[in-house]
């Protein structure tokens, strides 16, 4: 069997900012003497909502396994490549995506995912000269994914583009791998699932693991309830993240009034940002 993890045709890594695409760029590294191939390179799209240790683990990541990583941000026109230093932590990217469609994500018309992450690589790719075409830049990216998800998995015609899945990868393998780095994501891992982990306060993420988020740290919230107080759409659906839970600002209040309406139970919905 081959190693799926070899490259030899343009590729992007896309780097989401978890341990599981960081395992998946350190077997790519292994496969190749633990040097970046030619034909590849490594992206990681921030939205301006990542924790900052997440944006750390990046750059950690970058300097320990001496890789060249480039940091991509949504513009308007295009796309705006950053650094640790100056990339965007206060949703500047994704507010400035929010004002120009008008209204906000939500589950059914989850638009963040590849406004702010799937095409300023694509962009970035036809750039390079890496793709011919926009469809063609924005599949060609090698996804974090691993075996355990394979309903996220089945969605993905070109296995190629998740070697994780085809090596069979579990979050038990990812989470014994970074036991024994000298360096890991200053997140806390449950149960292989880093629930701080993505946009902050994504939407996608159930009720009760929000709260939780809040409860633990309260300026978390004010971003999100900021959006949602533009209230830019004329349809009161379009001015919320999700209509089928109280806003970000009740949500605040709740959790300073250690009020718990959320079933503990209530699943994060599948999304395509990472791990």
């Known amino acids: 069997m081959s190693n799926p993890f070899k490259i030899d045709s343009p590729t992007c890594i896309s780097f989401s900012g978890g341990r599981t695409s960081a395992y998946m760029l350190w077997r790519v590294l292994e496969a190749h003497q633990m040097s970046l191939p030619p034909e590849a390179v490594v992206c990681f799209a921030n939205t301006g909502k990542e924790d900052e ?12 396994w001496n890789v060249p990583i480039t940091w991509l941000e949504y513009a308007e026109v295009n796309y705006t490549i950053v650094n640790f230093e100056t990339a965007s932590r206060n949703g500047e990217p994704f507010e400035a995506l929010i004002r120009k469609r008008n209204y906000l994500p939500n589950p059914v018309t989850r638009f963040c995912t590849s406004e702010l992450k799937i095409r300023p690589i694509g962009r970035y790719l036809l750039s390079l000269g890496m793709a011919g075409t926009k469809t063609e830049a924005e599949n060609m990216s090698m996804i974090g994914m691993r075996a355990d998800e394979q309903r996220r998995a089945a969605k993905i015609e070109d296995k190629s583009r998740i070697p994780l899945v085809t090596a069979g990868i579990t979050k038990e393998d990812v989470g014994a791998f970074w036991r024994g780095q000298p360096f890991d994501l200053g997140l806390p891992n449950n149960n292989g699932v880093t629930m701080h982990g993505n946009c902050d306060l994504c939407f996608l993420k159930g009720g009760s693991q929000v709260l939780s988020l809040i409860a633990e740290k309260p300026e978390r919230a004010i971003w999100w309830a900021k959006m949602e107080a533009l209230a830019l759409a004329s349809k ?40």
Do not use: H, W
Request: hydrophobic share 30%; net charge negative.
């Open 53 to 64: 240790a997440t944006l750390r683990f990046v750059q950690d990541c970058s300097e320990q």
């Open 236 to 275: 009161p659906s379009g001015a919320v993240f999700r209509s089928d839970r109280p806003s970000y600002a009740s949500m605040l209040q709740y959790s300073k009034d250690q009020t718990d309406f959320f079933n503990p139970n209530d699943e994060s919905i599948a999304c395509f940002c990472g791990d």
